[in-house]
């Protein structure tokens, strides 16, 4: 690695994650390239698609899918069929059309050995109730563990475990790119470590507020934990809308082309700044 190592840190955050294809557009585009990518979560999958083509059409290649009817599919079955399927299961999507998504993007068969920069993705082991990082062996499985969301999507079973979305652990991995050996830290981040929290005042916000009070508090430390020599730059998304908040936001993908066009607005002037 060089002397000084890029890493690439991608969150969590569901549709959000669009936010994070208009930062990498504006990083690859300003010259920028990662010598390691982690990711979590929808950061596992546009980390893994970074990772396997580190180059700027990687950006247009995922906006166009961002964007594309097969990513509707992805939360897409009508309330009916969601509501059958979370009363015979214990979640509403089937995880075929996320898996279709990755395997048209990243391969059926292609392993971590065979992206172009080494790639880590975080998911949560059920049985451990620990944080487990994927960083050999099949992509497509490991991806979909990283990104299974609790009552959204079923667990992924590898081997003896069953595995989670890794934002539950760690929903923006800065310290394993610091551990993996980053000294410039680029995170693209889905916009709520921007807004400032408040007490909840509905019901269904008390588990968002106190699921942000978890993942904030982990994000903060380990920026405060990074060690003296390590830069660690938190792109811009922009700016998000009060929609990003809403408990039914997980299902708008048609609002990630704009998301995608003020990230790179926002990250363009941002990296132009630190000239």
């Known amino acids: 690695m ?11 955050g569901g549709v959000l994650g669009a936010y994070e ?3 990498v557009a504006a990083v690859l ?6 010598d390691l990518v982690v990711g979590t979560s ?10 396997a083509d580190p180059r700027p059409e990687v950006a247009e290649r995922l906006t166009e899918l961002w964007a594309s009817p097969q990513a509707r599919t992805v939360y897409g079955d009508s309330l009916p069929r969601q509501l059958g399927r979370f009363a015979r299961r214990t979640h509403l999507h089937s995880p075929a059309p996320l898996r279709r998504l990755l395997e048209r993007e990243l ?24 944080e487990h990082w994927f960083s050999s062996g099949p992509l497509v499985d490991a991806v979909l563990a990283s990104s299974a969301v609790p009552g959204l999507l079923p667990p992924v079973h590898l081997g003896d475990e069953h595995f989670i979305d890794g934002g539950i652990v760690n929903s923006v991995p800065v310290g394993r790119a610091v551990e993996l050996g980053a000294r410039t830290v680029y995170v693209m981040q889905v916009g709520r470590v921007e807004r400032p929290l408040r007490p909840p ?10 699921f942000e009070v978890a993942r904030r508090h982990r994000f903060a430390r380990e920026l405060q934990e990074a ?15 009060v929609r990003d908040d809403s408990p039914l936001s997980y299902r708008k993908i048609a609002l990630a082309r704009g998301r995608i066009e003020r990230a790179y607005e926002a990250t363009r002037a941002y990296l132009e700044a630190l000239e």
């Open 227 to 241: 060690p003296p020599d390590v830069t660690v730059h938190v792109l811009p998304t922009g700016g998000g809308s």
């Open 42 to 51: 929808i950061g596992a999958f546009n980390g893994a698609a970074v990772a």
């Open 107 to 130: 391969g059926t068969d292609v392993r971590f050995e065979d992206l172009a920069v080494p790639f880590h993705c975080c998911a949560a082991s059920i049985e451990r109730a620990a």
């Open 2 to 12: 060089p002397e000084r190592p890029v890493g690439f840190v991608f969150g969590g």
């Open 29 to 34: 585009g300003h010259g920028i390239r990662p």
């Open 21 to 23: 294809v208009g930062m």
């Open 201 to 210: 005042r509905r019901p269904w916000e008390v588990a968002q507020v106190a």
